[in-house]
């Protein structure tokens, strides 16, 4: 089912004190608001919360399940969630707060939700200069994953207006702090063994580093076109029975060795699909299964991200 099955009243409130203690009340429950930062409106939820990491994605609208930023209030956060060598410390020390993302590997005891890095071991960070999006953070005290404020395949929003002409009705708060300075999203880089790659251009043009080559052709970040994490054993799609030699991720009245959600919730599938993909490909079978999962809302991104973990692969 939806994870809301009827629409939201959004209003926009002022960002001020009572509207940024509203905005945490609300991502405290598990809902995305819109809050602003200095490149566009962002579409916050709690980034440790996977349900609530799924609402972000159902409010954008049939959505792939690309990886997400996520937003902390300083690099001492930042180095909790990723490990940093003396390359991004630099890049940070230099750019944060500000517009500039960096994709590092992920820490195991992160807490970060996999749906938020789409089952990568990579995660991107950013630390925002915007006062609204840092005292957000200060309030929640969570981390905040918080893609663009705007449906699906349209364009970024800039001011409060923008998001309640894309997302009325979908999500219940937008804070108001009027245009974004930048209106451009964040420049964004990976940082590893490798050197630093440009993955998304933006506001920061000139990082002072060289950069390497950047033809991996992995998705590492927003905003990149490429196939997904994919488990290395073959997966079955649609199924409604274990044959012999798999592991049957279950959904709804499916059951399996494990379950996407056992009463056919969406939101929980969403939430939980990464974790059960990653549980079956550590499990001794030589195959995974996958139960029939509905083409609609959510669905729509579990059965694309799905389609693409199942492609054959050279």
């Known amino acids: 089912m939806e994870p809301q099955n009827q629409p939201f009243e959004t209003r926009i409130v002022p960002y001020d004190e009572a509207g940024i203690a509203e905005a945490a009340r609300l991502i405290a429950d598990g809902l995305p608001v819109a809050v602003p930062t200095e490149t566009v409106y962002g579409l916050a939820a709690d980034a440790t919360n996977g349900e609530a990491v799924a609402r972000i994605y159902w409010a954008k609208g049939r959505p792939r399940f690309n990886p997400l930023i996520v937003h902390v209030g300083s690099l001492d956060a930042a180095e909790r969630i990723a490990s940093f ?179 056919g919730d969406l939101v929980e599938a969403a939430a939980s699909l990464f974790d059960r993909l990653h549980e079956a490909e550590a499990s001794g079978a030589g195959r995974i299964a996958v139960a029939p999962i509905p083409d609609e809302g959510l669905g729509t991104a579990i059965n694309d991200r799905l389609r693409r973990a199942a492609a054959p692969r050279g």
Do not use: C
């Not at 950013?126 to 981390?143: E, F, I, K, N, S």
């Not at 060289?210 to 073959?234: C, F, I, M, T």
């Open 85 to 263: 060598d003396h390359t991004a410390r630099d890049l940070a020390g230099r750019f944060w707060p500000g517009p500039l993302t960096l994709v590092l590997p992920l820490r195991g005891e992160s807490g970060i939700a996999s749906l938020v890095t789409a089952g990568l071991a990579t995660v991107a960070l950013r630390v925002p200069a915007h006062q609204a999006m840092r005292d957000l953070l200060a309030a929640t005290g969570r981390p905040l994953a918080a893609p663009s404020a705007n449906a699906s395949g349209r364009l970024s929003a800039t001011r409060a207006e923008h998001v309640l002409a894309g997302l009325g009705g979908r999500i219940p708060l937008i804070l108001d702090a009027g245009a974004t300075e930048l209106g451009l999203e964040s420049t964004i880089v990976a940082v590893g063994p490798e050197g630093v790659r440009l993955l998304r251009p933006g506001p920061i043009a000139d990082l002072g580093v060289a950069l390497a080559d950047n033809r991996s052709g992995r998705v590492e970040a927003p905003g990149q076109l490429a196939s997904h994490y994919a488990p290395a054993k073959p997966l079955r799609l649609d199924a409604s029975e274990r044959r012999p030699g798999e592991w049957l991720i279950g959904f709804g009245t499916v059951a399996g060795d494990s379950t996407l959600s056992a009463s």
